[in-house]
Nanobody, 123 residues
Framework: QVQLVESGGGLVQAGGSLRLSCAAS??????MAWFRQAPGKEREFVAA???????YSADSVKGRFTSSRDNGKTTMYLQMNSLKPEDTAVYYC???????????????????WGQGIQVTVSS
């Protein structure tokens, strides 16, 4: 059974850093991604990683957030630096069940989802 479990969220002051983790069990994935959903807003793509090592970040977080995978490819990380109050959201880990290799930024492209973890940035 596939499970994605996020950890590492919490409360941080503006300008601070947090590191989120997503542990996948049950299988490995070529494409994994981070999404986030702020109160009253739609869920949005944040970053993606591929098992070959490539990564991509949305323009809104580029230069501040970096996604990565461990060598076993089962754990994904999101290093978040220079956090802003507008980064406050529930962050979700997602995995694409297919073998496609390409940038996927739509929620529908991802089959498996974690339960979400709260990140709150105070001003």
């Amino acid at each position: 059974q596939v499970q994605l479990v996020e950890s590492g969220g919490g409360l941080v002051q503006a300008g601070g850093s947090l590191r989120l983790s997503c542990a996948a069990s049950g299988r490995t994935f070529i494409t994994m991604a981070w999404f986030r959903q702020a109160p009253g807003k739609e869920r949005e793509f944040v970053a993606a990683t591929w098992s070959g090592g490539s990564t991509y970040s949305a323009d809104s977080v580029k230069g501040r957030f970096t996604s990565s995978r461990d060598n076993g490819k089962t754990t994904m990380y999101l290093q978040m630096n220079s956090l802003k109050p507008e980064d406050t959201a529930v962050y979700y880990c997602a995995a694409d069940a297919s073998l496609r290799v390409g940038l996927r930024v739509q929620q529908d492209d991802y089959t498996y989802w974690g339960q979400g973890i709260q990140v709150t940035v105070s001003s």
